[in-house]
């Protein structure tokens, strides 16, 4: 069955770099795109970043822009997110998730992910 496992979160110093690793398993990525969310203690889940099978399309939210990056290794099986100059507000449970796709075509809205990991926390804090 489809499985996605977050790692890479942690605590870390404002202004510092972290890299979330989300491995898949149980499906080939080829079809499939991805987004990283993520959600606060009292808040809304919120969309980060989405990338599209192959890579060639990428979503941003507005507060990440600049600073976070979203690749893919369809080989390895896995997603990634390069997060720098992380700020408190970054401060968040991070989830991956994926769904079937077509080619180019990435997806911001949660609900139309089909499959999710269970989670990653990011904490930015002096």
């Known amino acids: 069955q489809v499985q996605l496992v977050e790692s890479g979160g942690g605590l870390v110093q404002p202004g510092g770099s972290l890299r979330l690793s989300c491995t898949a398993s149980g499906f080939t990525l080829d079809s499939y795109a991805f987004g990283w969310f993520r959600q606060a203690p009292g808040k809304e889940r919120e969309g980060v970043s989405s990338i599209s099978t192959r890579g060639g399309s990428t979503y941003y939210a507005d507060s990440v822009k600049g600073r976070f990056a979203i690749s893919r290794d369809n080989a390895k099986n896995t997603v990634y997110l390069q997060m720098n100059s992380l700020k408190p507000e970054d401060t968040a449970v991070y989830y991956c998730?994926?769904?079937?796709?077509?080619?180019?075509?990435?997806?911001?809205?949660?609900?139309?992910?089909?499959?999710w990991g269970q989670g990653t926390q990011v904490t930015v804090s002096s």
């Open positions: 998730a994926t769904r079937w796709a077509r080619s180019g075509n990435y997806y911001t809205n949660p609900n139309d992910y089909n499959y």
